[in-house]
């Protein structure tokens, strides 16, 4: 009998007599189980995030309910997603353990002072060469002794990074808010049409879809956002269309059309005063919309100091640019 209550210390989970899970000591682990699961929509992905058995966190989610006496996660298909009452511990939960999960380096970084530690921002091609060079410029006038850590990403890749906290936060467009990520738009940008100065489609002052139609379209590749957004709204108005070409980064694909093989619609943002004369640019407004940048964090995620300072200096006016087709250049 002595043995029992040593025995019983060595599980941080059991059963009452009434069958209901309880948690012995602090309730940290199996809140962090719950957000794990409740982010990744999976247990043994979760299991895997805290370097733990699937049987481990089940038997905490278990003790979790148990304790608050709701179901907090019910079965979706192939995902586990929150109940009602999941959600309500999910969000008064969430910043709580980030704060806990940043409180290394929220020291380490008081210690160092304002001016230490580093950054990591993803963004893509586009976003690195036309919106961040002016923030980043600014950032390193304030704060010289941080270390800024580019991720040249696309699509996916960003959330994956941005979930997987291998980066601070993420700039760039969105089309659809996943509902793990906050977002904070600053500037929307036209989609426009772009074509080789000599091309037939150059000398329309207000080209249609129709008139696009006959003519091969250079697209970034199918899993982008661009590529559904074009090929939606010609099948929406039931017009033929042909993809000439399919690669990859908005400057291969100016190349391209600047060479004349095809036809592009791009964003505003990546036509600079270095395309006058090589690019005939038309909007598009009428037929794709325009294309909102901003600021993305995981929900939850706590920002360090150097993060936090470079957020602060993205604002709308370090985004706009006087461009030569604002201006209303159109031929050569």
Same mark, same amino acid.
């Given at each position: ?7 019983? #210390?060595?599980?941080?989970?059991? !059963? ?26 999976? *247990? ?12 481990? $966190?089940?038997?905490?989610? !278990? ?36 704060? @806990? ?5 929220? @020291? ?39 270390? *800024? ?11 994956? !990074?941005?979930?997987? =906290? ?13 509902? =793990? ?15 080789? +100065?000599?091309? +037939?489609?150059?000398? !329309? ?7 696009? #139609? ?45 060479? =004349? ?18 690019? *005939? ?13 901003? $600021? ?14 470079? *957020? ?21």
């Amino acid at each position: 009998m002595a043995n029992t209550p040593r025995k019983r #210390s060595q599980k941080s989970a059991s !059963k009452t007599e009434s069958g209901r899970f309880y948690y012995k000591g602090s309730r940290l682990k199996p809140l962090q189980a719950f957000c794990q699961v409740a982010r990744l929509g999976s *247990v043994s992905r979760a299991a895997e995030a805290l370097f733990l058995s699937q049987p481990a $966190v089940s038997l905490q989610l !278990k003790a979790l309910e148990s304790h608050y006496g709701v179901p907090l996660l019910e079965r979706v298909g192939r995902r586990l997603s929150l109940t009602r009452e999941g959600e309500a511990l999910y969000d008064l939960v969430r910043p709580l353990l980030e704060g @806990f999960e940043s409180l290394d380096e929220a @020291f380490r970084n008081s210690q160092q002072g304002l001016d230490g530690g580093e950054v990591n921002i993803a963004a893509g091609s586009s976003t690195l060469l036309h919106l961040l060079p002016a923030t980043l410029a600014a950032f390193r006038r304030q704060r010289p002794e941080v270390r *800024v850590h580019l991720h040249s990403v696309t699509g996916r890749a960003g959330l994956e !990074k941005l979930r997987a =906290d291998e980066v601070d936060f993420a700039v760039g467009a969105m089309w659809e808010v996943p509902n =793990d990520i906050d977002y904070a738009p600053l500037q929307r940008f036209d989609a426009m049409l772009i074509t080789a +100065p000599g091309h +037939p489609l150059a000398k !329309k002052a207000n080209p249609t879809l129709e008139d696009l #139609s006959p003519y091969g379209l250079i697209l970034p590749p199918k899993q982008l956002s661009t590529w559904r957004m074009v090929t939606t709204a010609f099948e929406q108005r039931r017009l033929p269309y042909r993809v000439a070409i399919e690669v990859g980064g908005w400057e291969v694909i100016k190349q391209y059309v600047a060479q =004349d093989l095809g036809i592009a619609i791009v964003s505003a943002l990546c036509l600079t005063e270095a395309d006058k004369g090589r690019l *005939v640019a038309r909007p598009m407004r009428e037929y794709f919309p325009s294309r909102s940048y901003g $600021v993305l964090v995981r929900k939850g995620k706590v920002l360090s100091s150097p993060a936090r300072a470079f *957020v602060d200096l993205i604002k709308p006016g370090l985004f706009q640019r006087k461009d030569w087709f604002e201006a209303g250049h159109s031929e050569r």
